[in-house]
């Protein structure tokens, strides 16, 4: 197999551009993300994805999450409007839901599927009666391959071209039965067999296109949560390009600046998820600058 692509700076703002809004742009304008997700030891999760989209530019935030701890996630992020569903006994998102959650998606200009979730089964069927609600898929980013691994058995026609998927190294191992490859060619094989873009920690691939190397990020980055702030990263750029590949390489490349930034302030290791986020709109305006010109700071 050839070598990867390896995408700099430059590159990334030439070939798949991210331009900053027009001055009188509204917030819908700038993109709604849709996060689904959360379990009950897991609450969290979708508030680090959903204000990562936000954190990226994207201009309204929705969550879909369990009725158990809405009204907790509403006061932790006053920016997003919080639904509560039914919960299942195991402490997940009920598939009975489909139909409001459907409604919502409706609405979202990118859908990101996974933060936090639990129940394989549960969240196959959800998402399932979700995407094929809906006359058109959005955006959509599946986060949690653990739990969200049977959605890609739904195939390309219903979860669409714009679709990113999100694995560590041991859930893409489970996806193809190998993690014997480096990781692009790890994502190469799951293009091939899904059909959809993948992201696969500094490695990215898509269809019709060839494999993608981000050099960015450090081991500071594999702690909890901080997927989650990648998956909300891509949904938000999602949202305002509409763009799998341009959100799958624009979100590798902000998550890796943020960890890189807290690397050289805090340490290599030992720095938390949610500290990513305040990093991000800073690394975003580093890496559009030069396609802006604004050099202000």
């Known amino acids: 197999m050839s070598?990867?692509?390896?995408v700099t700076d430059e590159m990334l703002r030439d070939r798949w551009p991210l331009e900053p809004p027009d001055q009188e742009v509204?917030?819908?304008?700038?993109?709604?993300?849709?996060?689904v997700g959360g379990a009950?030891?897991?609450?969290g999760a979708v508030l680090l994805a959903g204000l990562a989209a936000l954190r990226v530019g994207a201009g309204k935030l929705t969550v879909a999450t369990c009725e158990d701890y809405a009204g907790s996630l509403g006061v932790a992020m006053p920016e997003a409007g919080v639904f509560g569903f039914p919960t299942t006994k195991g402490g997940g998102l009920d598939p009975r839901a489909a139909k409001e959650i459907g409604e919502l998606a409706e609405k979202a200009d990118a859908v990101l599927f996974g933060p936090g979730m639990a129940e394989p089964d549960n969240v196959r069927a959800l998402v399932g009666d979700v995407l094929t609600s809906l006359d058109s898929p959005p955006a959509i980013v599946?986060?949690?391959?653990?739990?969200?691994?049977?959605?890609?058995?739904?195939?390309?026609?219903?979860?669409?071209?714009?679709?990113?998927?999100?694995?560590?190294?041991?859930?893409?191992?489970?996806?193809?039965?190998?993690?014997?490859?480096?990781?692009?060619?790890?994502?190469?094989?799951?293009?091939?067999?899904?059909?959809?873009?993948?992201?696969?920690?500094?490695?990215?691939?898509?269809?019709?296109a060839d494999a993608f190397s981000v050099p960015k990020g450090n081991p500071g980055l594999a702690t909890s949560?901080?997927?989650?702030?990648?998956?909300?990263a891509a949904a938000g750029v999602a949202a305002r390009t509409s763009d799998?590949?341009?959100a799958a390489l624009?979100?590798?490349?902000?998550?890796?600046?943020?960890?890189?930034r807290l690397a050289m302030r805090v340490g290599r290791v030992g720095f938390l998820a949610r500290e990513l986020l305040d990093e991000l709109p800073e690394c975003l305006r580093e890496l559009t600058t030069e396609s802006s010109g604004d050099q202000s700071r």
């Open 40 to 43: 009950r030891s897991t609450p």
């Open 142 to 208: 599946l986060d949690a391959m653990g739990a969200t691994c049977g959605v890609l058995d739904l195939g390309v026609e219903a979860l669409g071209r714009n679709c990113v998927i999100t694995p560590n190294t041991s859930e893409a191992g489970y996806l193809l039965d190998d993690t014997d490859d480096d990781d692009h060619d790890l994502a190469r094989d799951l293009v091939e067999r899904y059909g959809v873009t993948v992201v696969l920690n500094s490695a990215a691939a898509a269809p019709d």
């Open 26 to 35: 509204t917030k819908n304008d700038r993109g709604t993300v849709l996060v």
């Open 250 to 260: 624009w979100g590798l490349a902000l998550h890796g600046s943020a960890g890189d």
């Open 225 to 232: 949560g901080s997927g989650d702030v990648l998956a909300g």
């Open 244 to 246: 799998a590949l341009t």
């Open 3 to 6: 070598e990867p692509t390896v």
